[in-house]
């Protein structure tokens, strides 16, 4: 499946971003990872499409939310935004959210767009 995101740019700390991802095949679960400089790849949010449950790492909680269409797009809110969100976000895709934290999982990457948050 091939995965296409757009939505990146930047804004001050507390601002907002929508990220989209757009999968070329439907029915697939869509995750979004983040990686800044010199970090590794962690997961941000895991969205069913199939049965629309969401997950979250606890750095994003109550600020990124995660939604799709059931189909074959996701977007990821993002508001209250930290300087630490700083990174290139990543969309993946999968047939289900199980353990989506773990990177060797995901076999099916988009091309990842940056995300900067100034103070």
């Known amino acids: 499946v091939q995965l296409v995101e757009s939505g990146g740019g930047s804004v001050q700390a507390g601002g907002s971003l929508r990220l989209s991802c757009v999968a070329s095949?439907?029915?697939?679960?869509i995750a979004w990872f983040r990686q800044a400089p010199g970090e590794e790849r962690e997961g941000v949010s895991c969205?069913?499409?199939?049965?629309?449950?969401t997950y979250y790492a606890d750095s994003v909680k109550g600020r990124f939310t995660v939604s799709s269409n059931r189909k074959n797009t996701a977007w990821l809110q993002m508001n209250s935004l930290k300087p630490q969100d700083t990174a290139v976000y990543y969309c993946?895709?999968?047939?289900?959210?199980?353990?989506?934290?773990?990177?060797?999982?995901?076999?099916?990457w988009g091309q990842g767009t940056q995300v900067t948050v100034s103070s």
């Open positions: 993946a895709a999968k047939a289900s959210c199980a353990g989506w934290r773990t990177l060797s999982r995901w076999r099916s």
């Open positions: 095949l439907d029915d697939y679960a």
């Open positions: 969205v069913s499409v199939q049965d629309g449950s």
